[in-house]
């Protein structure tokens, strides 16, 4: 392993000689996971799932981020399977209600246990906190072919707390595999929401070598909740955007499997736009179509690839002197949608705004396949076999590059996960600021303007303002 501590071919988990319980052969076999995903960019992949006794098969979207597993537990018209509670005799329901929100989207169901297998998993059969959705509001949407969400991120974000055990921690803890995944998608150049599926790979416990080309690049998860990673500097068609580092991580910069683009802060994705426009050889181009309102058509002997820059995202490494830098072709973020009669291909913009977070999301995650190493509490990026169009590599990764020009830390000391506390810390401190106002000013009056006090009204540490504004 380099010096630098970037870079590793052998990394824990790998399959030699790994002995596990629940593996009959004694060893994990990584390779039966490979290509055990199906699904494309445009609505998530997904993994088969056998769940209660006898065994129901869903198909389970795979989301770093969040971290409930939910099935639909009733039937919904924009799904084909629900699992049913009452046909499996190893079922139990904690009868807690659990509400989960997403970006987009959101469900309400009820908390319970059961057993799950995976046909292209880990082998053996392990219980598992399981929500039932009971009603959802745009989460499952039509077209889709999944019937639940396998939330892979920390148990800081399950619901309704942090008590409720992750599906994969639970996994870590029954199996005893090593505290790390992988995940490769393989969608790139193809339509994001065609009529068949693209392959991709979820590997439970370590790392498969044949899923990735050339070496790892390993960025700190900055934070246990989502994946939060540090990114230092973004450049399109090899210019610096030239912002404050901060503002690629206000508030947050996150590795999300569960979301179809990569979000920008507003900020960003402004200066992102206006620098495509800049590099790209379109003069006239219609706004709706950076804005996701417009789809953008050529004709289908024609590719518009060559007429986009690249976009690259540097990463700090884990040597905080250093970073590394994850490059997307245009072939990941003018991405194929429609076709119209005989002629015409249209494609729409794979980056949006985000008020919130900077999301690399499927858009990226397709170029490269991630580590999610929890164990050492860092992800991986390494380039995917699978993320080529027409025979030519769509992604690259570069480094290591001195970070002597940004900033030690671009990630904001304080950090708050739930907006709900950012409400509350500004109400708090709007309170505080009244009160101070108000002694200020009663200190400013004259003696003899002043109230004289009895015995009955002076204003101890039991007074009215404690009793009355804080009950």
């Not at 056998?50 to 939910?70: C, H, K, M, R, W």
């Not at 700190?220 to 610096?240: A, D, R, T």
Request: net charge negative; glycine share 8%; proline share 6%.
């Amino acid at each position: 392993r380099p010096a630098s501590g970037s870079r590793q071919q052998d990394a824990p988990g790998t399959a030699d000689g790994l002995a596990l319980a629940s593996d009959p052969g004694g060893t994990l076999n990584f390779l039966a996971m490979v290509e055990n995903l199906q699904g494309d960019s445009g609505r998530g992949y997904y993994l088969e799932m056998l769940i209660g006794t006898p065994p129901q098969a869903l198909n389970i979207l795979v989301d770093t981020g969040s971290s409930n597993f939910a099935v639909a537990g009733v039937p919904d018209p924009d799904v084909t399977s629900y699992f049913n509670p009452k046909l499996s005799s190893t079922y139990r329901s904690e009868g807690i209600e659990v509400t989960v929100k997403y970006s987009q989207g959101s469900w309400t169901g009820v908390l319970g246990t059961d057993v799950i297998t995976m046909p292209k998993g880990l082998y053996g059969t392990y219980t598992i906190n399981i929500a039932t959705i009971l009603e959802s509001e745009n989460f499952f949407l039509p077209g889709v072919k999944w019937h639940g969400i396998l939330g892979l991120a920390y148990n800081a974000l399950a619901k309704p707390s942090s008590s409720v055990e992750t599906f994969f921690d639970s996994l870590v803890r029954q199996a005893k595999i090593p505290n790390i995944f992988s995940l490769q998608m393989c969608g790139a150049g193809l339509p994001v929401s065609g009529s068949g599926t693209n392959g991709g790979s979820l590997v439970l416990g370590g790392i498969e070598p044949s899923l990735y080309l050339g070496d790892i690049w390993y960025t700190p998860i900055k934070e246990e909740w989502y994946y939060q990673v540090e990114i230092l500097k973004l450049e399109v068609g090899g210019q610096n955007l030239e912002l404050d580092c901060r503002e690629y991580n206000a508030d947050k910069a996150i590795v999300d499997s569960g979301t179809t683009l990569l979000r920008l802060p507003e900020k960003v994705f402004s200066a992102v736009v206006q620098a495509i426009v800049r590099t790209s050889l379109i003069q006239e181009f219609s706004s709706g179509f950076w804005t996701g309102s417009q789809l953008a058509c050529w004709d289908r002997i024609e590719k518009p690839w060559s007429l986009f820059p690249k976009l690259s995202i540097y990463l700090r490494d884990e040597n905080a002197s250093r970073s590394f830098r994850i490059s997307i072709l245009p072939q990941l973020y003018i991405q194929p949608i429609l076709v119209i009669g005989d002629n015409l291909q249209c494609y729409r913009f794979g980056i949006s705004s985000s008020t919130n977070a900077l999301v690399i999301g499927a858009t990226v995650m397709e170029g490269f396949y991630v580590i999610f190493d929890r164990a050492q509490r860092r992800v991986g990026f390494a380039v995917s076999p699978c993320a080529e169009v027409d025979g030519f590599p769509v992604s690259e990764i570069e480094g290591p590059f001195s970070t002597a020009d940004v900033a030690s830390n671009c990630v904001s000391s304080v950090s708050f996960h739930e907006p709900a506390l950012w409400i509350a810390s500004y109400a708090l401190m709007a309170l505080c600021g009244i009160i101070l106002i108000v002694l200020i000013v009663l200190l400013l009056i004259p003696p003899r303007c002043r109230h004289r006090y009895t015995d009955n009204d002076v204003v101890n540490d039991e007074s009215s303002l404690v009793r009355h504004r804080w009950k």
